[in-house]
């Protein structure tokens, strides 16, 4: 059995089963961690990225910062 959460958004009242919160939160949770690993590496790396638009491909070169 499942249990349904409702709260009050700034859209409107939002209902969500068990699950899908778990879901989503695991989902902000890994988005969280993500950005917070690129802004360490942000820190520690200087990145070059060169994309063809044309044919969807790109290359990608870092070094360490100085």
Not at 10 to 32: F, I, N, S
């Amino acid at each position: 059995m499942s249990s349904i959460v409702c709260l009050e958004t700034e859209e409107g009242l939002r209902c969500e089963g068990e699950e899908e919160r778990r879901a989503r939160e695991l989902e902000e949770r890994l988005k969280q961690y993500i950005e917070n690993k690129l802004k360490e590496l942000l820190e520690q790396y200087e990145i070059e990225i060169t994309v063809n638009v044309a044919e969807g491909k790109g290359v990608g070169k870092w070094r360490k910062k100085r």
